[in-house]
Protein backbone atom coordinates (compact mmCIF):
# COMPACT_ATOMS: atom_id res chain seq x y z
CA UNK A 1 0.00 0.00 0.00
CA UNK A 2 1.45 3.46 -1.20
CA UNK A 3 -0.84 6.30 0.03
CA UNK A 4 -4.48 6.94 0.25
CA UNK A 5 -6.01 6.37 -3.61
CA UNK A 6 -8.51 9.11 -2.71
CA UNK A 7 -6.20 11.48 -1.92
CA UNK A 8 -3.67 11.28 -4.70
CA UNK A 9 -3.91 13.98 -7.19
CA UNK A 10 -2.88 11.40 -9.97
CA UNK A 11 -6.42 9.40 -9.24
CA UNK A 12 -8.63 11.40 -11.18
CA UNK A 13 -12.08 10.43 -12.79
CA UNK A 14 -12.57 12.17 -15.90
CA UNK A 15 -16.02 11.30 -16.55
CA UNK A 16 -18.71 12.13 -14.31
CA UNK A 17 -20.98 9.15 -14.29
CA UNK A 18 -24.40 10.39 -15.07
CA UNK A 19 -26.64 10.69 -11.74
CA UNK A 20 -29.99 11.54 -11.05
CA UNK A 21 -30.44 14.89 -12.33
CA UNK A 22 -28.57 14.38 -15.57
CA UNK A 23 -30.27 16.07 -18.66
CA UNK A 24 -32.82 14.19 -20.19
CA UNK A 25 -31.84 12.54 -23.44
CA UNK A 26 -34.81 14.78 -25.76
CA UNK A 27 -32.62 18.47 -24.83
CA UNK A 28 -31.92 19.74 -28.02
CA UNK A 29 -29.38 22.14 -27.34
CA UNK A 30 -26.61 19.72 -26.18
CA UNK A 31 -23.33 21.13 -24.70
CA UNK A 32 -20.51 18.68 -23.22
CA UNK A 33 -18.60 19.49 -19.70
CA UNK A 34 -15.53 17.53 -18.96
CA UNK A 35 -14.92 17.42 -15.20
CA UNK A 36 -11.46 16.18 -14.27
CA UNK A 37 -11.77 15.22 -10.27
CA UNK A 38 -8.48 15.41 -8.08
CA UNK A 39 -8.66 14.04 -4.59
CA UNK A 40 -11.27 13.01 -2.35
CA UNK A 41 -14.53 11.80 -2.32
CA UNK A 42 -15.71 15.46 -1.31
CA UNK A 43 -14.78 16.17 -4.63
CA UNK A 44 -15.88 13.15 -6.35
CA UNK A 45 -19.49 13.83 -4.83
CA UNK A 46 -18.88 17.92 -5.53
CA UNK A 47 -18.20 17.16 -9.42
CA UNK A 48 -21.18 15.20 -9.69
CA UNK A 49 -23.64 17.92 -8.34
CA UNK A 50 -21.69 20.13 -10.55
CA UNK A 51 -23.19 18.00 -13.66
CA UNK A 52 -26.14 17.92 -12.06
CA UNK A 53 -26.30 22.25 -11.65
CA UNK A 54 -25.26 22.40 -15.23
CA UNK A 55 -27.81 19.59 -16.85
CA UNK A 56 -31.07 21.93 -17.06
CA UNK A 57 -28.50 24.32 -19.35
CA UNK A 58 -28.18 21.60 -21.40
CA UNK A 59 -25.30 20.16 -20.78
CA UNK A 60 -24.67 16.33 -20.68
CA UNK A 61 -21.17 14.61 -19.21
CA UNK A 62 -18.11 13.46 -21.59
CA UNK A 63 -15.03 11.74 -20.94
CA UNK A 64 -13.43 13.19 -24.00
CA UNK A 65 -11.68 16.76 -23.16
CA UNK A 66 -11.33 17.84 -27.01
CA UNK A 67 -15.43 17.44 -27.36
CA UNK A 68 -16.39 19.50 -24.82
CA UNK A 69 -17.84 23.09 -24.70
CA UNK A 70 -16.78 23.21 -20.75
CA UNK A 71 -14.06 21.77 -18.88
CA UNK A 72 -13.77 22.00 -15.30
CA UNK A 73 -10.43 20.95 -13.13
CA UNK A 74 -11.98 19.81 -9.72
CA UNK A 75 -8.73 20.08 -7.63
CA UNK A 76 -7.17 19.25 -4.39
CA UNK A 77 -4.86 21.05 -2.31
CA UNK A 78 -4.02 18.13 0.49
CA UNK A 79 -0.25 17.51 -0.41
CA UNK A 80 2.44 19.25 -2.42
CA UNK A 81 2.67 20.32 -5.63
CA UNK A 82 -0.81 20.62 -5.74
CA UNK A 83 -1.41 23.71 -7.67
CA UNK A 84 1.44 23.39 -10.19
CA UNK A 85 0.00 20.47 -11.27
CA UNK A 86 -3.11 22.18 -12.03
CA UNK A 87 -1.14 25.40 -13.94
CA UNK A 88 0.59 22.02 -16.42
CA UNK A 89 -2.82 20.74 -17.07
CA UNK A 90 -3.92 24.14 -17.76
CA UNK A 91 -1.03 24.32 -20.14
CA UNK A 92 -2.45 21.17 -21.88
CA UNK A 93 -5.53 22.44 -21.91
CA UNK A 94 -4.45 25.30 -23.61
CA UNK A 95 -3.50 23.85 -26.14
CA UNK A 96 -7.00 21.70 -26.81
CA UNK A 97 -8.50 25.53 -26.21
CA UNK A 98 -6.83 26.44 -29.36
CA UNK A 99 -7.46 24.03 -31.32
CA UNK A 100 -11.21 24.19 -30.82
CA UNK A 101 -11.03 27.77 -30.94
CA UNK A 102 -8.89 27.64 -34.71
CA UNK A 103 -12.09 25.20 -35.84
CA UNK A 104 -14.90 28.24 -34.64
CA UNK A 105 -15.55 26.04 -31.37
CA UNK A 106 -15.78 27.72 -27.77
CA UNK A 107 -14.06 25.95 -24.21
CA UNK A 108 -14.86 27.15 -21.22
CA UNK A 109 -12.32 26.62 -18.82
CA UNK A 110 -13.38 26.43 -15.14
CA UNK A 111 -10.94 25.74 -11.50
CA UNK A 112 -13.17 24.48 -9.22
CA UNK A 113 -12.07 23.05 -5.74
CA UNK A 114 -9.47 23.56 -3.23
CA UNK A 115 -6.76 24.94 -5.67
CA UNK A 116 -9.38 27.66 -6.90
CA UNK A 117 -9.98 28.48 -3.23
CA UNK A 118 -6.33 29.05 -2.19
CA UNK A 119 -5.37 30.66 -5.20
CA UNK A 120 -8.28 32.75 -6.29
CA UNK A 121 -7.33 35.37 -8.68
CA UNK A 122 -3.84 34.07 -9.04
CA UNK A 123 -5.14 31.42 -11.65
CA UNK A 124 -6.68 33.66 -13.79
CA UNK A 125 -3.51 35.36 -13.74
CA UNK A 126 -1.02 33.04 -14.21
CA UNK A 127 -3.50 31.02 -16.63
CA UNK A 128 -5.62 33.39 -19.06
CA UNK A 129 -7.00 30.91 -20.71
CA UNK A 130 -9.12 30.16 -17.14
CA UNK A 131 -12.74 31.81 -17.58
CA UNK A 132 -13.39 30.56 -13.94
CA UNK A 133 -12.37 29.69 -10.85
CA UNK A 134 -14.90 28.75 -8.51
CA UNK A 135 -14.50 27.72 -4.66
CA UNK A 136 -15.82 24.60 -3.22
CA UNK A 137 -19.12 26.38 -1.36
CA UNK A 138 -20.16 27.78 -4.93
CA UNK A 139 -21.23 25.89 -7.09
CA UNK A 140 -24.72 25.60 -6.96
CA UNK A 141 -23.98 29.15 -8.67
CA UNK A 142 -22.14 27.51 -12.04
CA UNK A 143 -24.66 28.32 -13.97
CA UNK A 144 -25.17 32.36 -13.59
CA UNK A 145 -21.45 32.36 -13.08
CA UNK A 146 -21.22 30.87 -16.39
CA UNK A 147 -23.28 33.20 -18.38
CA UNK A 148 -21.52 36.20 -17.04
CA UNK A 149 -17.78 34.33 -17.98
CA UNK A 150 -19.43 34.20 -21.71
CA UNK A 151 -19.89 37.95 -21.59
CA UNK A 152 -15.79 38.03 -21.81
CA UNK A 153 -15.79 39.03 -17.18
CA UNK A 154 -13.23 36.87 -15.46
CA UNK A 155 -14.82 35.21 -12.67
CA UNK A 156 -13.40 34.17 -9.49
CA UNK A 157 -15.96 33.08 -6.85
CA UNK A 158 -14.60 31.79 -3.82
CA UNK A 159 -17.32 32.87 -1.17
CA UNK A 160 -17.58 30.67 1.84
CA UNK A 161 -21.40 30.23 2.00
CA UNK A 162 -22.00 26.82 2.53
CA UNK A 163 -25.20 27.35 3.41
CA UNK A 164 -26.91 28.17 0.08
CA UNK A 165 -24.77 25.22 -1.25
CA UNK A 166 -26.66 22.64 1.13
CA UNK A 167 -30.23 24.49 0.21
CA UNK A 168 -29.19 24.33 -3.15
CA UNK A 169 -28.15 20.84 -3.33
CA UNK A 170 -31.61 20.09 -1.37
CA UNK A 171 -33.87 21.65 -3.94
CA UNK A 172 -32.33 18.79 -6.37
CA UNK A 173 -35.43 17.03 -4.07
CA UNK A 174 -38.03 18.13 -6.81
CA UNK A 175 -36.44 16.79 -9.71
CA UNK A 176 -37.46 13.21 -11.26
CA UNK A 177 -35.09 10.01 -9.80
CA UNK A 178 -33.17 8.59 -12.14
CA UNK A 179 -31.06 4.84 -11.78
CA UNK A 180 -27.85 4.91 -9.77
CA UNK A 181 -25.49 3.09 -9.20
CA UNK A 182 -25.44 0.77 -6.26
CA UNK A 183 -22.89 2.76 -4.29
CA UNK A 184 -23.03 5.91 -3.41
CA UNK A 185 -21.69 9.06 -1.40
CA UNK A 186 -23.54 11.97 0.51
CA UNK A 187 -22.02 14.76 1.87
CA UNK A 188 -23.64 15.40 5.38
CA UNK A 189 -20.42 18.14 6.75
CA UNK A 190 -18.06 20.33 5.17
CA UNK A 191 -14.73 22.44 6.83
CA UNK A 192 -12.71 21.56 10.00
CA UNK A 193 -12.40 23.90 12.90
CA UNK A 194 -9.57 21.43 14.34
CA UNK A 195 -6.70 23.24 12.65
CA UNK A 196 -3.97 20.35 12.64
CA UNK A 197 -0.59 22.24 12.15
CA UNK A 198 0.18 20.51 9.00
CA UNK A 199 -3.55 20.53 7.38
CA UNK A 200 -4.81 22.99 4.39
CA UNK A 201 -8.31 22.27 5.38
CA UNK A 202 -9.86 24.57 7.71
CA UNK A 203 -8.72 27.55 4.96
CA UNK A 204 -9.61 25.67 1.37
CA UNK A 205 -12.64 24.37 3.22
CA UNK A 206 -14.00 26.82 5.97
CA UNK A 207 -15.45 26.08 9.40
CA UNK A 208 -17.07 23.05 9.88
CA UNK A 209 -21.02 23.14 8.49
CA UNK A 210 -23.03 20.37 8.87
CA UNK A 211 -26.50 20.01 6.66
CA UNK A 212 -29.76 19.25 8.15
CA UNK A 213 -31.39 16.14 9.46
CA UNK A 214 -33.99 16.69 6.98
CA UNK A 215 -32.03 17.44 3.64
CA UNK A 216 -29.68 14.62 4.62
CA UNK A 217 -32.97 11.93 5.00
CA UNK A 218 -34.62 13.43 2.37
CA UNK A 219 -31.19 12.42 -0.09
CA UNK A 220 -30.86 9.42 1.04
CA UNK A 221 -34.55 8.75 0.61
CA UNK A 222 -34.30 9.53 -2.79
CA UNK A 223 -31.11 7.48 -3.18
CA UNK A 224 -32.32 4.46 -2.27
CA UNK A 225 -35.48 4.42 -4.99
CA UNK A 226 -32.74 5.22 -7.30
CA UNK A 227 -31.29 1.62 -6.98
CA UNK A 228 -28.41 2.82 -4.10
CA UNK A 229 -28.14 0.11 -1.08
CA UNK A 230 -24.94 1.88 0.18
CA UNK A 231 -24.63 5.08 1.23
CA UNK A 232 -21.34 6.82 2.22
CA UNK A 233 -21.88 9.76 4.69
CA UNK A 234 -19.10 12.10 3.84
CA UNK A 235 -17.30 15.41 6.00
CA UNK A 236 -13.75 16.21 6.50
CA UNK A 237 -14.39 15.69 9.88
CA UNK A 238 -17.82 13.91 9.52
CA UNK A 239 -18.19 12.40 12.95
CA UNK A 240 -18.33 16.29 14.47
CA UNK A 241 -22.06 16.19 12.66
CA UNK A 242 -23.97 18.04 14.10
CA UNK A 243 -26.98 18.62 12.16
CA UNK A 244 -30.23 20.19 13.47
CA UNK A 245 -33.14 18.09 13.60
CA UNK A 246 -37.08 19.22 12.96
CA UNK A 247 -37.41 19.58 16.46
CA UNK A 248 -34.59 21.73 16.91
CA UNK A 249 -32.80 19.77 18.38
CA UNK A 250 -28.98 18.79 17.34
CA UNK A 251 -28.41 15.18 16.35
CA UNK A 252 -24.67 13.89 16.31
CA UNK A 253 -23.82 11.47 13.44
CA UNK A 254 -24.77 8.10 16.10
CA UNK A 255 -28.17 9.52 15.68
CA UNK A 256 -28.27 10.56 11.90
CA UNK A 257 -26.83 6.85 11.48
CA UNK A 258 -29.65 5.15 13.49
CA UNK A 259 -32.27 7.34 11.16
CA UNK A 260 -30.63 6.80 7.75
CA UNK A 261 -30.57 2.80 8.88
CA UNK A 262 -34.82 3.58 8.73
CA UNK A 263 -35.05 3.81 5.08
CA UNK A 264 -35.87 0.96 3.38
CA UNK A 265 -33.52 -0.51 0.37
CA UNK A 266 -29.87 0.97 2.19
CA UNK A 267 -28.76 -2.01 3.01
CA UNK A 268 -25.11 -0.41 3.71
CA UNK A 269 -24.28 3.11 5.31
CA UNK A 270 -20.56 4.08 6.43
CA UNK A 271 -18.66 7.14 6.59
CA UNK A 272 -16.00 8.84 6.52
CA UNK A 273 -13.60 10.71 8.26
CA UNK A 274 -13.01 10.78 11.54
CA UNK A 275 -11.50 12.49 14.29
CA UNK A 276 -10.55 10.86 17.37
CA UNK A 277 -11.67 13.54 19.45
CA UNK A 278 -15.33 13.27 18.10
CA UNK A 279 -15.88 9.28 18.65
CA UNK A 280 -18.57 9.94 21.09
CA UNK A 281 -20.12 6.91 22.43
CA UNK A 282 -23.48 6.88 20.57
CA UNK A 283 -21.58 6.57 17.32
CA UNK A 284 -19.50 3.62 19.03
CA UNK A 285 -22.85 1.71 20.26
CA UNK A 286 -24.03 2.79 16.91
CA UNK A 287 -21.15 0.11 15.60
CA UNK A 288 -22.75 -2.21 17.63
CA UNK A 289 -26.57 -1.41 17.03
CA UNK A 290 -26.82 -1.37 13.97
CA UNK A 291 -26.96 -4.17 11.50
CA UNK A 292 -26.64 -1.50 8.58
CA UNK A 293 -23.72 0.11 9.98
CA UNK A 294 -20.41 -1.29 8.28
CA UNK A 295 -17.76 -2.76 10.75
CA UNK A 296 -14.96 -0.36 9.34
CA UNK A 297 -13.70 2.50 10.33
CA UNK A 298 -11.25 5.05 8.97
CA UNK A 299 -9.87 6.95 12.49
CA UNK A 300 -6.58 8.69 11.40
CA UNK A 301 -3.58 9.23 14.22
CA UNK A 302 -1.46 10.50 12.23
CA UNK A 303 1.73 9.45 14.73
CA UNK A 304 2.33 7.50 17.70
CA UNK A 305 4.52 9.97 19.48
CA UNK A 306 3.07 12.33 22.23
CA UNK A 307 5.35 14.94 21.51
CA UNK A 308 4.44 15.37 18.11
CA UNK A 309 0.88 14.20 18.42
CA UNK A 310 0.70 18.16 20.13
CA UNK A 311 2.77 19.71 17.82
CA UNK A 312 0.56 18.81 14.99
CA UNK A 313 -2.21 19.92 17.76
CA UNK A 314 -4.08 16.66 17.51
CA UNK A 315 -5.82 17.10 20.95
CA UNK A 316 -5.29 13.70 21.76
CA UNK A 317 -2.24 11.61 23.18
CA UNK A 318 -1.39 8.32 22.02
CA UNK A 319 -2.88 6.68 25.20
CA UNK A 320 -6.59 8.13 24.36
CA UNK A 321 -6.23 6.49 21.46
CA UNK A 322 -5.32 3.15 22.62
CA UNK A 323 -8.43 3.83 25.21
CA UNK A 324 -10.37 4.75 22.65
CA UNK A 325 -9.83 1.25 20.12
CA UNK A 326 -10.30 -0.65 22.67
CA UNK A 327 -13.83 0.89 23.65
CA UNK A 328 -14.59 0.15 19.90
CA UNK A 329 -13.04 -3.22 19.17
CA UNK A 330 -15.64 -4.34 22.55
CA UNK A 331 -18.64 -2.98 20.87
CA UNK A 332 -17.71 -4.22 17.62
CA UNK A 333 -15.11 -6.70 17.85
CA UNK A 334 -14.52 -7.67 14.16
CA UNK A 335 -14.35 -4.07 12.81
CA UNK A 336 -11.56 -3.51 9.99
CA UNK A 337 -9.44 -0.04 11.44
CA UNK A 338 -7.83 1.65 8.70
CA UNK A 339 -5.94 4.82 9.99
CA UNK A 340 -3.66 7.87 8.05
CA UNK A 341 0.21 8.30 8.89
CA UNK A 342 2.30 11.22 8.34
CA UNK A 343 5.99 10.63 8.53
CA UNK A 344 8.85 13.12 8.95
CA UNK A 345 6.90 16.06 10.55
CA UNK A 346 9.36 18.51 11.87
CA UNK A 347 11.09 17.14 14.87
CA UNK A 348 10.26 14.09 14.42
CA UNK A 349 13.33 12.22 15.64
CA UNK A 350 13.81 8.08 15.24
CA UNK A 351 12.24 7.46 18.58
CA UNK A 352 9.44 9.50 17.95
CA UNK A 353 8.91 7.41 14.72
CA UNK A 354 9.60 4.66 17.21
CA UNK A 355 6.52 5.72 18.76
CA UNK A 356 4.52 5.49 15.79
CA UNK A 357 5.74 1.59 14.33
CA UNK A 358 5.25 0.80 18.12
CA UNK A 359 0.88 2.14 17.91
CA UNK A 360 0.70 0.65 14.70
CA UNK A 361 1.74 -2.32 15.53
CA UNK A 362 -0.64 -2.62 18.82
CA UNK A 363 -3.57 -1.39 16.96
CA UNK A 364 -3.18 -3.77 14.21
CA UNK A 365 -4.53 -1.75 11.10
CA UNK A 366 -6.58 -3.71 8.50
CA UNK A 367 -5.20 -1.05 6.20
CA UNK A 368 -3.77 2.40 6.42
CA UNK A 369 -2.79 5.21 4.23
CA UNK A 370 0.51 7.08 4.93
CA UNK A 371 2.05 10.08 3.41
CA UNK A 372 5.76 12.28 3.72
CA UNK A 373 4.79 15.30 5.26
CA UNK A 374 4.65 18.39 3.32
CA UNK A 375 4.96 21.91 3.99
CA UNK A 376 1.78 23.88 2.90
CA UNK A 377 2.01 27.26 2.85
CA UNK A 378 -0.07 28.97 5.20
CA UNK A 379 -0.27 26.11 7.93
CA UNK A 380 1.53 26.53 11.03
CA UNK A 381 3.86 23.33 10.26
CA UNK A 382 5.51 24.83 7.25
CA UNK A 383 7.15 27.49 9.02
CA UNK A 384 8.55 24.94 11.89
CA UNK A 385 11.98 24.54 13.55
CA UNK A 386 13.49 21.10 12.70
CA UNK A 387 12.17 20.05 9.17
CA UNK A 388 12.96 16.64 8.24
CA UNK A 389 15.08 15.75 5.38
CA UNK A 390 13.53 14.32 2.32
CA UNK A 391 15.52 10.88 2.08
CA UNK A 392 14.94 10.83 5.71
CA UNK A 393 11.09 10.38 5.17
CA UNK A 394 10.91 8.10 2.46
CA UNK A 395 13.27 5.66 4.58
CA UNK A 396 10.23 5.84 7.37
CA UNK A 397 7.40 5.97 4.95
CA UNK A 398 8.87 2.34 3.74
CA UNK A 399 9.24 0.89 6.49
CA UNK A 400 5.73 1.95 7.70
CA UNK A 401 4.12 1.15 4.55
CA UNK A 402 6.13 -2.40 5.16
CA UNK A 403 4.45 -3.06 8.46
CA UNK A 404 1.06 -1.55 7.03
CA UNK A 405 1.37 -4.30 4.01
CA UNK A 406 1.98 -7.34 6.65
CA UNK A 407 -1.11 -6.36 8.91
CA UNK A 408 -3.23 -5.73 5.71
CA UNK A 409 -2.08 -9.02 4.14
CA UNK A 410 -3.28 -10.64 8.07
CA UNK A 411 -6.21 -9.11 8.22
CA UNK A 412 -7.27 -9.92 4.50
CA UNK A 413 -6.29 -14.02 5.34
CA UNK A 414 -8.44 -13.79 7.82
CA UNK A 415 -11.13 -13.54 6.06
CA UNK A 416 -10.08 -16.99 4.38
CA UNK A 417 -13.48 -19.41 4.28
CA UNK A 418 -15.59 -16.82 5.84
CA UNK A 419 -18.66 -16.48 4.41
CA UNK A 420 -19.81 -12.58 4.18
CA UNK A 421 -22.39 -10.80 2.79
CA UNK A 422 -21.04 -8.77 -0.54
CA UNK A 423 -22.83 -5.49 -2.15
CA UNK A 424 -22.16 -6.52 -5.86
CA UNK A 425 -21.24 -2.85 -7.57
CA UNK A 426 -20.55 -3.54 -11.30
CA UNK A 427 -18.99 -6.12 -13.88
CA UNK A 428 -15.32 -7.44 -13.22
CA UNK A 429 -12.60 -7.39 -15.85
CA UNK A 430 -12.82 -10.91 -17.17
CA UNK A 431 -16.52 -12.08 -18.85
CA UNK A 432 -19.07 -13.42 -16.03
CA UNK A 433 -17.38 -11.80 -13.09
CA UNK A 434 -18.80 -9.31 -10.75
CA UNK A 435 -16.43 -7.27 -8.25
CA UNK A 436 -18.69 -6.05 -4.61
CA UNK A 437 -17.35 -5.06 -1.35
CA UNK A 438 -17.35 -6.82 1.78
CA UNK A 439 -18.41 -5.50 4.95
CA UNK A 440 -14.79 -4.72 5.48
CA UNK A 441 -14.28 -2.46 2.50
CA UNK A 442 -12.43 -5.12 0.80
CA UNK A 443 -12.98 -5.59 -3.24
CA UNK A 444 -14.32 -8.86 -3.66
CA UNK A 445 -14.35 -10.49 -7.12
CA UNK A 446 -16.26 -13.80 -8.05
CA UNK A 447 -18.35 -15.01 -10.69
CA UNK A 448 -21.89 -13.93 -10.82
CA UNK A 449 -24.73 -13.53 -13.16
CA UNK A 450 -24.78 -9.95 -13.72
CA UNK A 451 -28.77 -9.65 -12.83
CA UNK A 452 -27.27 -9.52 -9.51
CA UNK A 453 -25.87 -6.63 -9.61
CA UNK A 454 -27.15 -3.93 -6.76
CA UNK A 455 -27.85 -6.56 -4.29
CA UNK A 456 -26.19 -8.02 -1.22
CA UNK A 457 -25.48 -11.67 -1.61
CA UNK A 458 -23.44 -14.13 0.88
CA UNK A 459 -20.14 -14.98 -0.77
CA UNK A 460 -17.51 -17.38 0.69
CA UNK A 461 -13.98 -16.30 0.33
CA UNK A 462 -12.11 -18.82 -1.35
CA UNK A 463 -9.05 -17.23 -2.40
CA UNK A 464 -6.46 -14.22 -1.15
CA UNK A 465 -5.27 -11.96 -3.59
CA UNK A 466 -2.68 -9.18 -3.23
CA UNK A 467 -5.59 -6.63 -3.54
CA UNK A 468 -8.67 -8.30 -3.69
CA UNK A 469 -10.33 -11.29 -2.30
CA UNK A 470 -12.48 -14.20 -4.58
CA UNK A 471 -15.54 -15.35 -3.50
CA UNK A 472 -17.90 -17.56 -4.12
CA UNK A 473 -21.76 -17.15 -4.18
CA UNK A 474 -24.17 -19.43 -2.83
CA UNK A 475 -23.98 -20.38 0.54
CA UNK A 476 -27.12 -20.73 2.45
CA UNK A 477 -28.51 -18.21 5.42
CA UNK A 478 -27.76 -21.31 7.58
CA UNK A 479 -24.47 -21.94 6.38
CA UNK A 480 -23.45 -18.47 7.07
CA UNK A 481 -24.91 -18.55 10.70
CA UNK A 482 -23.02 -21.54 11.24
CA UNK A 483 -19.48 -20.05 10.05
CA UNK A 484 -20.15 -17.55 12.69
CA UNK A 485 -18.59 -15.00 10.08
CA UNK A 486 -20.70 -12.30 9.35
CA UNK A 487 -20.69 -9.34 10.83
CA UNK A 488 -19.51 -8.65 14.11
CA UNK A 489 -23.08 -7.22 14.95
CA UNK A 490 -25.42 -7.83 17.50
CA UNK A 491 -28.24 -6.43 15.80
N1 LIG B 1 1.47 16.44 4.53
C1 LIG B 1 1.28 15.11 4.46
N2 LIG B 1 0.10 14.52 4.62
C2 LIG B 1 -0.95 15.31 4.87
N3 LIG B 1 -2.23 15.03 5.08
C3 LIG B 1 -2.89 16.17 5.26
N4 LIG B 1 -2.07 17.22 5.18
C4 LIG B 1 -0.83 16.70 4.94
C5 LIG B 1 0.44 17.27 4.77
N5 LIG B 1 0.64 18.58 4.86
C6 LIG B 1 -2.75 13.66 5.16
C7 LIG B 1 -3.24 13.34 6.58
C8 LIG B 1 -4.72 13.39 6.43
C9 LIG B 1 -4.91 12.92 5.00
C10 LIG B 1 -6.20 13.30 4.41
O1 LIG B 1 -3.85 13.54 4.29
O2 LIG B 1 -2.81 12.06 6.93
O3 LIG B 1 -5.42 12.55 7.35
FE1 LIG C 1 -7.27 18.56 8.54
FE2 LIG C 1 -8.56 16.39 9.49
FE3 LIG C 1 -7.04 17.93 11.13
FE4 LIG C 1 -9.36 18.86 10.15
S1 LIG C 1 -9.08 17.09 11.55
S2 LIG C 1 -7.43 19.99 10.27
S3 LIG C 1 -9.38 17.96 8.09
S4 LIG C 1 -6.34 16.66 9.38
Known sequence: MTSRPDLEAETTTSAVPASENTAPEELTNTRKVFVRTYGCQMNVYDSE?????????????????????????????????????????????????????????EMMVGVAGCVAQAEGEEISRRAPIVDLVVGPQSYHQLPELLSKARQGSKIVETEFDIDAKFNHLSANAEKPVLKRPPSAFLTVQEGCDKFCTFCVVPYTRGAEVSRSVAQIVTEAERMASAGVREVTLLGQNVNAFHGEAQDGTTWGLGKLLRRLSEIDGLDRLRYTTSHPR?????????????????????????????????????????????????????????????????????????????????????????????????????????????????????????????????????????????????????????PGQLVGKSPWLQ??????????????????????GPNSLFGRLNAGQDERDDAGAIQAKAG
Open 278 to 430: DMDDDLIDAHRDLKTLMPYLHLPVQSGSDKILKSMNRRHTRDDYFRLIDRIREATPDIALSGDFIVGFPGETDQDFEDTMDLIRRVEYGSAFSFKYSQRPGTPGATMDDQVPEDLKSERLAQLQALVSEQQKAFNASRLGMTCDVLLEKKGRN
Open 49 to 105: RMTDVLAPEGFKATDDMEDADLVILNTCHIREKAAEKVYSELGRIRKVKEARSKSGK
Open 443 to 464: PVQLDAPESLIGSVQAVEIVEI
